[in-house]
Structures are given as structure tokens and as C-alpha cells.
């Protein structure tokens, strides 16, 4: 069969199998979801499968090209000095993506990157500034619930300086707010914390405390995202709708698992068990897909940290060898690009969720044998930072260079480099390992003086998931000399 051919009927039998069994679920009634979603899911993965044969992208085995010279943990040392002078609010409770003036984007998603970094950072170095830090943190993501149902897509100080914030924007004489969060918010919400929960022993209490509350608010909002008025927010499908986001579903599934265990006597572990029969947790395990012909993912990111919480949530061997599975296909998909969070991400939660033994189910086992080299490669994009030029907002037009190859994507005409290109050469963005590896172009006609920086929040979650896996973060010493002559 032509390749033609093959997109042609993957895209049919996503579509009209899905149709049929949404069809076929409402006759049936009883667990019609599932039916809806296992049709879905089995056209999905011939679109995996479609994309991995139409990727023009190499194997991702170039050597790093370094620019900064230093260990990697002086660079975070300077990095973590930084982020915590420079890119935080309210006494180290609110994150900073940027400088002043900051979007009033998804704060709600960084607050959670962010919190859970600080998790990681006293996990790593106990110490009662460590504490405090992570504990202002988790703070952090109380006050993002303080609007919206159950929570906002950004808050903060009503001093701050922000850019235009655009529609769904709100102020008092304390805090300015937005509101519409999106399932971006709640995937970065619910991974800080659960990581809060699960790193910090004396910060439990306050945390299940927490995750007890955003799982009563989604309840309460029938698993919808809304705003404070009741109105849904654009993105809103967490589970109450026909069809829901996978991410949503997770953020769902993980927030009633950790409500469960904050609250016993609660309704969650019944409200949880509905979603299961209906299939939501194979749904939500698939999380992201990929999209040819914009040579990115739909939003890779949020699905590692969603599938990260739901299976460090998730009590039943069953449920975590669906997650667990889920984290290793969006791996393979996504193995190209040498992502160094996602990959750091990926060994991690499974070895903390207990499902990193070689001798376990098939799939997962492969993945867990492979370990050693996939943190290899992780460590490529590590060494290629050059912070603050990787991460100050420049014009970058790498389509203009000819020493970049690339090719194009079959049927589409769209160029793309054959490997991920070094982290500096990349244009500069909020969080690095959210945007694609391959960008060649971004911020055409930024001229602002002195230029805006991003924060270092990307290098140094990565970078503590690398120390937490005994990865290997430093240059070979025979590859330093090398560099050398």
C-alpha cells in the first residue's frame, strides 16, 4: 500500500471507528466510554506507527556542542542563585517564567514545574532553607485555587508588571488574576503536588490537604475546568465531557488516587473506580499525539508531567502498568528529540513508582533495560546549555544557515533539521524542553533593550532528576580531552 494510502486510512479508521463505537456506546450504554475510547486508541496507534515511518528526523546521536566550559553543577549553582533572586514573587511563594513585565499566561503550569523542583531540591539537599523554599512553593499552588473552579490559570501580586493580559483578566487591590485555566494549568498543578507530597515527608499533611481540595473542586465542577462564575473555561475537559482530553482524564485520575489517600472515608476511590470501568485510564495513558505535518508534538510536556502523577498516585499494579506503558510509548515517540527532562522524567517516575525492574512487564522491562543509554543521550542537551545567552529573548533565524541539514517531511514540504539542534543555537524559550528540538526561527523583530530573560527553571528540574537517577551529567574525561586538542 502507497504511503498516501496508509495516512489516507489511518485517518479514516480513527475517525469513522470512533464514530461507530460512540454510535454503538449509547445503545450499549453501560461503560460506553470505553468502547468510545478503546476504538480511538486502536487508531491512534496506527497514526504512532504512521508518524514513526514518515519521520524524517535521524536517531538522535550527535556528540554535544558545548559552549559553556563549566561542570554542570556550577552552572546550576549560578542557575538556582537565579531563579531564586531573580524569578520569584512573594517571598519565593509565586514563579516568575520571565522578567518583568511577565505574560499572564499558564503560571499555573510553571507554579507546578516549579514546585516540584523545589520537592526535588530538599529531596536531594535537606536543609531548612530547602524547606522553606519548597514549602513557599506548595503555597504557591494554594494560592492559584483561590480563583477559578478549582483553580486559575494565574495569580499574583497586583504590584507586579505584567504584559497586556488580555481577556478573562481580573485585579483587586491585593492580586491580579486570570482565570480560564487551561489543562495545561492542571497537568502543572497536580505534578508539583504530588512531588510535594511524595519528596517532602514534612510537607504531607499540607499537601494531600491540598490535593484533597483541587480534587473536591473538580468534583464539585463536574470534572470540567470553570471559571469562578461557573462558566467553563476553553479547555476544560477533565472528564465530565463525551469526549475528554487524555491529559484531562490524568489530571483527574491522579487527583482522585491522592484524594483517596488524603481522605479515606471520602467518595473518591468510588468516583475513581467509575472512571476505570469507563476505560478512562487507558485513555488518558496515550496522552499525546503526534502531528505530522507541524513536525511537533500537540503538547508533549504536559502529558509527561500528567502521566508522571497519575502513576506515582495510582496504588493498583494494574493501573500502573497502564501508565507506566503510557510513559514508555510517549518515550519512543518522542525519542528523537533527546529531551533530557522527559527522559530524566520517564526512568525516574518509573523507578520511584516501582516499576523499573528489567524482569517486568514486556514493553517497560525493554525500556528499563535501555536505561544506561537513554541517559546518554539525555545528557547531550545537558552540556549544551549557555545560560543566560540560551535563555534571553533574541531574534534567531537559523533558516537563513547552510550548515544546518535538514529534510523535508513526506507529503507535507516541511523542512526540518535531521537531529535536535544544540540548546543554544535553539531560539530562546520559556521552558526549553516544551518547544520543539528542531525550531529554526523565532522572535523575528525583537529588539527590546535590554533584553527580557527567561528563567532557568527548565536546565534545573532536569538537572535534579538527573542527580536523583545517578546519571551520568558530566563529559567523558577521554571526550573532554578530545574536545581539548
Partial sequence: MS????????????????????????????GWRGYLYDGL???????????LDLDPHLDHSRPSARKDPRPLSAQAAAMEKDLDEVFTVEGGRLFLISEPPV??????????????????????????????????????????MTHGRP????????????????RWYHRDERWQWKEDASLDSASGWIFGAVLVRELVGPLRAPADAALLKFARGL???????????????????????VLNSPVGVLV????????????????????????????????????????????????HNIAFLALAAALLTDEAPERKAVYAKGLVRLSRVTGRMGVSFWIYLSHWALFRAGMGDPRGDGDVAAFVVAREEHLRAARVAMLEWDYPYCKTMRETRNSLRRDIKTRSWPFFGVRAPLEPLPVWQRPPA?????????????????????????????????????IALSAPLEQAPAARQRERR
Avoid at 151 to 166: H, I, N
Avoid at 257 to 280: D, I, K, L, N, Y
Wanted: charged share 20%; hydrophobic share 45%; aromatic share 12%.
Fill in 103 to 144: 505574560p499572564v499566561g499558564d503560571v499555573c503550569l510553571w507554579q507546578g514545574v516549579f514546585a516540584a523542583e523545589a520537592a526535588l531540591r530538599w529531596h536531594l539537599r535537606p536543609s531548612p532553607g530547602n524547606l522553606r523554599r519548597a514549602a513557599r512553593a506548595l503555597e504557591g499552588l494554594e494560592i492559584l
Fill in 252 to 299: 483527574t485520575m491522579a487527583a482522585l488516587s491522592a484524594a483517596a489517600r488524603a481522605e479515606p472515608s471520602g467518595p473518591w476511590r468510588e468516583e475513581h473506580a467509575r472512571f476505570v470501568a469507563q476505560g478512562m485510564d487507558r485513555w488518558g495513558a496515550y496522552t499525546s499525539g503526534p502531528v505530522l505535518w507541524l513536525n511537533k508534538s500537540t503538547n
Fill in 219 to 241: 468534583k464539585e465542577a463536574g470534572y470540567r475546568l470553570r471559571n469562578s462564575d461557573g462558566s467553563l473555561t476553553r479547555y476544560n475537559t477533565a472528564g465530565g465531557a
Fill in 151 to 166: 483553580l486559575s490559570r494565574a495569580v499574583y501580586p497586583a504590584s507586579l508588571e505584567t504584559e497586556p493580559p488580555g
Fill in 3 to 30: 504511503m498516501g494510502r496508509r495516512i489516507l486510512w489511518s485517518i479514516a479508521f480513527l475517525v469513522l471507528g470512533g464514530a461507530l463505537l460512540f454510535a454503538a456506546g449509547w445503545v450499549l450504554k453501560p
Fill in 41 to 51: 486508541l486502536s487508531g491512534l496507534r496506527r497514526w504512532d506507527a504512521l508518524h
Fill in 430 to 466: 520559556d521552558f526549553v524542553w516544551q518547544r520543539s528540538a528542531y525550531a529554526l526561527d523565532d522572535w523575528e523583530g525583537y529588539r527590546r533593550v535590554p533584553p527580557q530573560r527567561f528563567s532557568p527553571l527548565d536546565f534545573l528540574v532536569a538537572y535534579r532528576l538527573g
